[in-house]
């Protein structure tokens, strides 16, 4: 049926980059077999599911939505999708993304622009725009995004579907193709919490292939799901409702909380100072990040080879100038500069300060809330095109995603309503590190 579906959305939507039509039905028709054999139990056993493209999949190409990629197939599967698949999932294909996940519309690929299903003269947002449209769209019943700044959080909530970015080193970036290793979290995409509830267990754990895997003693995120919130104690910070804001969204979003309220949830206002300097902050930091990630890429050992050139220094030059688009050479040239001597104390060991002083504000707010309560963007989706021309006011619609990640935490993005214009509205819940029970908790019974 999810085949079917792809074959007649997927011309219009343009949520993959591929789609293995025949090793999907294969992997199907076995786990139908060990189904029926009670080889295979458990609530993902047989259910399609997408992968972004910048986790690796063996045998499958893996573009990170990037030239430079584009016939690159991997000897080996990120440890993420291994562990869908011993949970009897049935990978279906990748899907496409912001190159290298730098972006905030699915606009920056190297295979096109993924519409929003739920409009398709808009952005399904990004940069896991194709994950959160082949969800809305029906075209997989969950996916898997990656989420450095929003990734995950902002497309669930442009595309009216539930997405969660787990608190940092609870999924193991093995395989993830980096892009701010220090930011980078793998999470699912699905229909509700439930399911987004169900995958997250069976992809978090330990992986010594990541020292930055954390392991935690219980692992069951679905033991959350239970409609109780009373005595649950919910801070609404007033930095994330000043100027700015869409008043549609700032509705929809402050409804939520008084229906939390009234399921007996302790609502209450706070400051969270520092949020304006969240975006020069993380832009700095992920910048840098990426720019010496990226250096890999030069034509040797992965991917594109410009075809003629004069030398080795030639040759990186033309690789990386033919297979880098212009949203990945801005982060390049800006996190090499804020590197370089002269200018590292200035930028880059401030920026980590600035990330210090966040983390603790959000320490002294967890000591008080058991979750943070916010929207997910200042508005619905922008219109395709209107966000390429002016990256700063891209960066900026960052604002109340970027600082979870910079303070390691839990977000989960849920639908809370339409804008007048029929687009979905997202709503945003953090948690303190390791703490996705009480979003997942209050996810649950607003749903
Ligand atoms: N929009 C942000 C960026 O471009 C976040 C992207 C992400 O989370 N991968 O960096």
């Known amino acids: 049926a999810v085949l079917k579906q792809i074959e007649s959305s997927e011309s219009e939507i343009n949520a993959y980059v591929t789609v293995d039509k025949e090793a999907a039905l294969a992997k199907a028709k076995k786990a139908d077999e060990d189904i029926k054999s009670g080889k295979l139990t458990g609530p993902l056993a047989g259910v399609p599911v997408a992968i972004k493209d910048n986790m690796c999949t063996k045998d499958m190409l893996t ?75 029906n075209e ?54 439930t399911d987004c509830a169900l995958i997250l267990d069976a992809i978090a754990g330990k992986d010594n292939k990541d020292s930055t895997s954390i392991g935690r003693e219980k692992y069951n995120f679905a033991d959350s799901l239970v409609d109780d919130v009373k005595g649950m104690k919910i801070g609404i910070p007033r930095d994330y409702f000043g100027e700015g804001l869409d008043p549609e969204v700032k509705e929809a979003v402050l409804k939520a909380a008084k229906v939390l309220e009234e399921k007996g949830a302790i609502v209450e206002e706070f400051d969270l100072s520092l949020v304006d300097y969240a975006i020069p902050t993380y832009y700095t930091i992920a910048a840098a990040e990426a ?56 930028y880059y060991l401030k920026a980590l300060r600035v990330k210090a002083l966040i983390k603790k504000a959000f320490d002294e707010a967890f000591a008080k809330y058991d979750v943070i309560l916010g929207p997910v963007a200042p508005t619905t989706a922008p219109k395709l095109g209107s966000s390429l021309a002016d990256p700063i006011k891209m960066y900026l619609s960052d604002i109340y995603t970027i600082s979870v990640n910079l303070a390691s935490l839990p977000g989960i993005s849920l639908p809370c309503g339409k804008a007048s214009n029929g687009l979905p509205i997202g709503l945003q819940l953090i948690g303190d590190c390791f703490r996705e029970d009480n979003i997942i908790r209050a996810a649950y019974a607003y749903e």
């Open 63 to 137: 573009t990170c939505s990037s030239k430079i990629l584009s016939n690159f197939v991997p000897t080996f599967s990120s440890e993420a999708v291994l562990k869908l698949e011993e949970a009897g999932a049935v990978v279906i294909g990748k899907t496409n993304m912001d190159e290298f996940a730098m972006g905030s519309t699915t606009e920056t690929s190297f295979y096109g622009a993924t519409k929003n299903p739920r409009n398709t003269e808009h952005v399904p947002g990004g940069s896991s725009g194709g994950s959160a449209a082949a969800v809305a769209a």
């Open 291 to 346: 720019s010496s990630n990226l250096e890999r890429f030069d034509g040797v050992k992965y991917g594109h080879r410009a075809a003629e050139y004069d030398g080795l220094h030639n040759m990186y030059k033309k690789t990386r100038s033919e297979g880098f688009g212009p949203e990945v050479k801005r982060r390049i040239m800006l996190g090499s500069f804020v590197l370089s001597s002269g200018y590292y104390d200035a």
């Open 140 to 193: 997989a019943f969950a996916a898997l995004g990656s989420d450095t700044g929003g990734s995950i959080r902002q497309p669930a909530g442009y595309c009216g579907v539930v997405g969660l970015k787990p608190t940092y080193g609870t999924v193991s970036r093995y395989g993830l193709i980096a892009y701010g290793s220090s930011l980078d979290q793998i999470g699912p995409l699905t229909k509700d919490v």
